[in-house]
């Protein structure tokens, strides 16, 4: 089953979570790479989404 597409806000707030859990000095090494990993994905789809975005403004301003 595919995995539902998140919106840039959805994104934005999953990798705004995964920094304030790695700021926790209460996180363990363990948990602190997951978030790492949640953040580093929640990037990736953030940055995605600014790209797509940006290349439809250049096609329209053209």
Known sequence: ??????TFEQSLKKLEEASEKLK???TSLEDAIKNYEEGLKAYKECSKILEEAQQKVEVLTK
Do not use: D, G, R, V
């Not at 089953?1 to 998140?6: G, I, N």
């Open 1 to 6: 089953m595919a995995e539902k597409k998140l």
């Open 24 to 26: 926790s000095q209460e």
